[in-house]
């Protein structure tokens, strides 16, 4: 209309891809961190044994993850781009466990983890942007994992932190590098969506790890929050 101003509205700025992450995953991870036997250890509950089992579970996690993303990194740039060095975890999954008196080649995966494996297998040939979504969980819980190493130490000792503890006070850049390679990739909106699916995912494998190995250790309490199954429902 002549010699009327009209609003626009603001274009709707595009979540970065960390925030789409964080955003879409945010139901995953009040579910997970609520499952009894990841409160126990967050409030450094678990005895001895059940911490040694819960390394081993991890272990076997991270380590899938790796060859998975060792496999599909040839056809998938974007994994290179972001991932550093995967086997920094393995490799402190694998003195924890030793500090306890586990050899990590003994530990056999509980059915939440073959699943997992199954899973990170088939991502690598199908849908290897997935992985990313899967790493975003397992690097984001050092967030977390830093509190839950004070916890533990208090009650277990200091012998078996590497994993839970593995940045130490660079922590919080080491966080803030990965969300910027990231946030630096140029995805559209359906791998943006095949990352978040994978983060989901993972999410909730280690929410089924921690019922598995609850009900295995006595820390099968009821539920923390009011829904008895994962936010993506019945699989
Ligand atoms: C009782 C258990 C847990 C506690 C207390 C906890 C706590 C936290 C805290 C304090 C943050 C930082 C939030 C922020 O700065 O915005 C965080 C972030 C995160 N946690 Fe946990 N967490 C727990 C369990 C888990 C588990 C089991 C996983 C998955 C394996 C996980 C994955 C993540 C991820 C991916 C982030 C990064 C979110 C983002 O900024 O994008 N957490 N957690």
Redesign the pocket.
């Known amino acids: 209309m002549p010699g009327t101003t009209m609003a626009l509205p603001a274009p709707s700025a595009m979540p970065t891809l960390?925030e789409l992450?964080?955003a879409e995953?945010a139901e995953h991870?009040r579910h997970?961190?609520?499952r009894q036997l990841?409160?126990d250890?967050?409030a450094g509950r678990l005895a001895p044994d059940a911490y040694a089992a819960w390394l081993g579970q991890m272990l076997l996690l991270h380590r899938a993850l790796a060859l998975a993303v060792q496999g599909a990194v040839p056809h998938c740039a974007a994994l290179a781009a972001v991932i550093r060095a995967p086997e920094v975890h393995v490799a402190h999954l694998e003195a924890d466990l030793r500090a306890v008196g586990v050899e990590p080649a003994a530990v056999e995966p509980i059915p939440a983890i073959a699943r997992a494996a199954t899973e990170l297998r088939a991502c690598a040939a199908d849908a290897p942007l997935a992985l990313l979504g899967h790493d975003?969980?397992?690097?984001?819980?050092t967030?977390?994992?830093r509190?839950?190493a004070r916890a533990v130490a208090r009650t277990l000792g200091e012998g078996a932190l590497r994993y839970l503890d593995p940045y130490g006070e660079t922590q919080p850049s080491e966080?803030s590098g990965y969300?910027a390679r990231l946030d630096a990739l140029a995805l559209d909106a359906a791998a943006r969506a095949t990352v978040v699916a994978g983060?989901r995912a993972?999410?909730d494998r280690?929410?089924e790890l921690?019922v598995e190995l609850g009900e295995r250790f006595g820390h099968a309490g009821p539920d923390g929050d009011a829904t008895s199954g994962p936010p993506s429902g019945p699989r």
């Open positions: 960390s992450l964080k995953t991870h997970a961190e609520r990841q409160r250890l967050a975003y969980v397992l690097e984001g819980s967030n977390g994992n509190f839950i966080w969300r983060a993972m999410f280690v929410a921690s």
